[in-house]
Each structure stands twice: as structure tokens, then as C-alpha cells.
């Protein structure tokens, strides 16, 4: 697998916590969206390592084109 299966044409909204890393799902296979699951093995894919700054919501990426991983750039209304 070359490219990356869009999960969903929209971010997903996730709370996070400042300094408590997530791993975001870049494959797209993942059931856990968009947090990374292990679906990627063997396929090339290896998920991204997150670490907000501040307590809030972070809006990832859910068509796996952003220009700026894992947050969404709203690369997906190209789509």
C-alpha cells in the first residue's frame, strides 16, 4: 500500500492533554481512528507520535493528505 485510505472527508475531533502523546493513524486502516490501532503493520505506514501543548481539542486529520500531520489543513475538501 502506497497511499493512504481516507478514514472520513472531515477531521475528527479528539480532547487531548497538554504534554500526553497520541498516535495518529497515517495508513487510514485503523478501527481506533484516528488514533493508530496496529493496522499499519506491514504496509509501509508507521503512525505519528503527537504531544499537544495545551489541554484542549485537537482536530486530526481524517483523509490522511494534510500538509501539516497529523492536524487537519482541510486538505480533504479537495476530495
Known sequence: MSEPVCA????????VEAGKTVYW???GQSKAQPLCDGSH???GFT???YAPEKDGTAY???CKITKNPPLCDGSHKAL
Open 8 to 15: 472520513q472527508k472531515a477531521p475528527f475531533p479528539l480532547a
Open 25 to 27: 493513524c497515517s495508513c
Open 41 to 43: 503493520k506491514g504496509s
Open 47 to 49: 503512525p505519528m507520535a
Open 60 to 62: 486530526l486529520c481524517g
